[in-house]
Each structure stands twice: as structure tokens, then as C-alpha cells.
């Protein structure tokens, strides 16, 4: 029962699907895994005689299965519980080469996976190096273990689990170079206070920096998913205050999402504009960002959209920000078109942000909190609003939504609703 609610997950990402000239080929049965049910890659055998693919037994017991799949019998988690299957390895080959003529391609025979007294070994020597200053050495010995973590997930697992993080934190703040930053951001886990205390100095901050405005695309890259880790990791601390105020950081961080270098740069940057909005709101609002948010919301695709829309809201929570989404045309269209187009978690960020757009103002601002209300009816809130409250929502969203038909219902018949939500007819900042 177990095995069969495994294999109904969507586990396997890595799972090969047959191509349309295998459809008629019969694979030896003992060829195939009995979890993934796909010809094996990499065959182990387990204590229990029953042999798998690597990378599907792995993944049941890493998801914390402590039994052989088919015979139920305990096993232990152990580097050296997996034993690789050779001959069937070679047989799996030979069968591949035979077959060649029905679009079956060879598999490469898989490299040895790294062990915990490898890794140990190895971030002994690098810690050796840093004290000594010795940073060919270190470079030399960091390569070789980031080309063993891009080798497989199960190394990869191996090397974070021995420690590596702190090793590599303290290589990049002894040399304090965009390469060794490189390999942190690759291989790294932000679970370590010692870890996230170091990076967290004004020593370390502003190496992260200089990469920001000054490192190739690859070392930019880097540095936003170092930077973004370590807002996600320190949010709820007294230290996420002080990395915010870092001088520069809020101006490189927007200038990522202004000037992006990729998309994968663009989505770091994006989440951490939303970390850094917890306390930095107003500093986000007065570099520009709503505008270019707004921009890239028009035709995002969803997980960015999500992302822009969350940075949207966090600076939306302070005056300036609603202000400066308050003079843009694209502001309420833009957040009641994402409602129900994208994701829950996009429609939970538009909502709130239509009501802080329509609700939260100060005395004295009526006429701001009337103009976007108008607004939001004109581009069909209200229709939408309704329609969110009947399918269903969180308590949060239903609160906010509740509270915005209110509003909006009080303004009946001082605006038409626009029919289309295509944005015509609206102007687009320049």
C-alpha cells in the first residue's frame, strides 16, 4: 500500500517518459525499477536482494521509508547500504546498444557517489587552506566539490549533511572573492546560526554588494540568491533590520528588478524586495519600485507574478507606496485582472492590495482612498470580489474581500464597469 501511494505522487521529476517508437518494445522486466517502473540508470541493490534505481530508492528513503519497498524488510540509512549492481548495469547497456535501431540511447555508466568520510576529508582540507591564506588551494579543493554536488542529488544531500555550509561561509568571508561566493550560493543551507551571524556582518554585507554593482552576470546572479536566503532566513530576527539597512543594499536590490540580468535573478531579487519590505517599505517606494512592478505584472507569468505582486503588497503597506500606485494608471487594473488569473497565492496578494489601495489611508487622504475605489469598480472588482467570496477563500482574503464590497457598494453609480479587462484605453507609464 505504501509503495503504490509513492509511485501515485509526483515524486519522479527525473522520470524518463518512453518515446513513441519504444511504445512496442519489451523492456526485460528485471530492467526496470520496481518504484519508478522505468529502465534503471543506475541499479543498487539493497540488503534485502531487491535491486533498484538509485536515484528512486533514494528518494523513498530520504521521504523517510525505513523499509525495502517489495519485501518490507527494515534497512538503515547508510552511505554504503546502497550496493551498485554492476551486472546488471552492463547488461542494461548491452541491451541499449542492441536496441539501438528503436530510438533507445545507450545510458552512461554512473559515477561513484561521494561518501561522508569523502566529504569530511575534503572540508577539512578547505578549512586548512582558509587558515593559511592559501587561496589557490581553496579555490582547487572547492571546485572539485561543487563538480561532485552537480554530479547527483544523493551527493549533493551528502555534502550539506556533513557540514559544508559553514566551511564554505568562511571561504568566501576569508577571501571575500565572487568564485568563492559562487560556490556558497550552490552549495549551501541557511539552517546555521553561526552561518548566518557571519554573513550577516557589515564585513560580509558589503563583499555582497560590491558583487552586486560590480561582479560579472554570473557573480550578480550569486550574490541576489546568497542575499535572498539569507532575508528569507533572518526575517523574523532582529538581524533582518539590520541587513535592510545596509547601505546600497535596497538600490542594488531594485536595480536587479529594474536592469534584469535573468529571469532566475529577476525572481531572487523580486522575493527579496518582499523580505526587505517588512521594514524597508517607504525606502522601496521612493527608488521607483512600484512603477517597474506594475510593468512586469502586465504580461508576468505566474511565478513571477506571484513574486511581483507580493512585492507589490509589502510596499503597498506604507504610504508612499500607495501613493505612487495611486498615480499610476496601470495600478488597479493590473491587481484586479491578476484576481483568479494566475494562482490563490496571486489572487490572496491582489486583494490585499486592492484594499490597502481602498482602505488604508490616513485622515485627511478621502479623496485618495474614493479615487481608488472608484477605480477598482470601474475595472470590475466588485463583480470579482463577489464571484471569490462564493468559490471559496482563507479567512484573511474572505476578511479583506468582505471589507472591499463594502466599500465598493457604496459607490454604486459614480463609475461604469469596464467590460474587458485588456487594458485598453489605459495608459502605460513610459
Known amino acids: 500500500m505504501a509503495l503504490r501511494a509513492f509511485k501515485a505522487t509526483a515524486m519522479f521529476p527525473f522520470r524518463r517518459r518512453p518515446k513513441p517508437s519504444l511504445s512496442s518494445l519489451s523492456i526485460p522486466s528485471h530492467f526496470i525499477c520496481p518504484i519508478s517502473l522505468d529502465l534503471m540508470q543506475d541499479p543498487v541493490t539493497l540488503p534485502s536482494g531487491i535491486t533498484y534505481d538509485r536515484r528512486t530508492i533514494e528518494l523513498w ?10 519485501t518490507l ?3 538503515e540509512l547508510d552511505d554504503q547500504l546502497l550496493i551498485p549492481n554492476h551486472s546488471i548495469r552492463r547488461m542494461i547497456q548491452d541491451w541499449c546498444v542492441a536496441n539501438r535501431s528503436h530510438g533507445v540511447e545507450r545510458i552512461p555508466t554512473p559515477k561513484t557517489p561521494i561518501t561522508s568520510l569523502q566529504v569530511s576529508d575534503m572540508l577539512a582540507e578547505i578549512s586548512d587552506a582558509c587558515r593559511s591564506g592559501d587561496r589557490l588551494l581553496c579555490a582547487e579543493l572547492i571546485a572539485l566539490l561543487k563538480k561532485s554536488a552537480e554530479e547527483s542529488e544523493r551527493n549533493m544531500r551528502c555534502i550539506l549533511s556533513n557540514g ?28 546555521d546560526k553561526e552561518t548566518i551571524l557571519q554573513l ?22 550569486n550574490a541576489i540568491l546568497v542575499l535572498k536566503e539569507l532575508l528569507v532566513a533572518v526575517h523574523e530576527t532582529e538581524q533582518a533590520i539590520t541587513v535592510a539597512r545596509t547601505e546600497q543594499l535596497i538600490e542594488k536590490v531594485v536595480m536587479l528588478i529594474k ?5 532566475e535573478s529577476t525572481k531572487a531579487s523580486l522575493v527579496a524586495a518582499y523580505y526587505l519590505s517588512f521594514t524597508q517599505a517607504t525606502k522601496l517606494a521612493e527608488t521607483g519600485l512600484v512603477p517597474i512592478l506594475l510593468e512586469i505584472l502586465v504580461d508576468a507569468e505566474k511565478s513571477l507574478s506571484e513574486k511581483a505582486l507580493a512585492a507589490l503588497d509589502g510596499v503597498l503597506e506604507e504610504a508612499k507606496g500607495r501613493e ?10 493590473v491587481l484586479v485582472k491578476k484576481v483568479f488569473r494566475v494562482s490563490d497565492l496571486a489572487t490572496e496578494f491582489a486583494v490585499s492590495g486592492m484594499w490597502k489601495m481602498c482602505r488604508k489611508w490616513g485622515e485627511g487622504e478621502e479623496g485618495r482612498r474614493e479615487k481608488c475605489a ?12 463577489l464571484l471569490l467570496l462564493q468559490v471559496g477563500c482563507s479567512d484573511r482574503v474572505k476578511d479583506k474581500a468582505s471589507e472591499l464590497l463594502r466599500i465598493l457598494n457604496g459607490l454604486e453609480g459614480k ?16
Open 324 to 333: 505612487s500606485a495611486s498615480e499610476h494608471a496601470l495600478a488597479m487594473p
Open 61 to 70: 528513503l530520504s521521504s523517510g521509508h525505513r523499509t525495502c519497498p517489495v
Open 200 to 221: 550577516t556582518s557589515d564585513e560580509s554585507l558589503k563583499s555582497i554588494i560590491l558583487i552586486l554593482s560590480q561582479g560579472s552576470l554570473s557573480g550578480k546572479l
Open 73 to 75: 524488510l527494515s534497512v
Open 415 to 430: 463609475e461604469e464597469c469596464v467590460e474587458t479587462l485588456d487594458f485598453r484605453g489605459v495608459k502605460r507609464a513610459l
Open 374 to 385: 472608484v477605480e477598482a469598480l470601474k475595472f470590475g472588482a466588485f463583480q470579482k470580489l
Open 164 to 191: 559544508a555550509t559553514p566551511v564554505l561561509a568562511a571561504a568566501f568571508l576569508r577571501f571575500k572573492t565572487e568564485n568563492f561566493l559562487s560556490a556558497f550560493a550552490g552549495i549551501s543551507n541557511l539552517d
Open 259 to 263: 536592469n534584469p540580468i535573468s529571469l
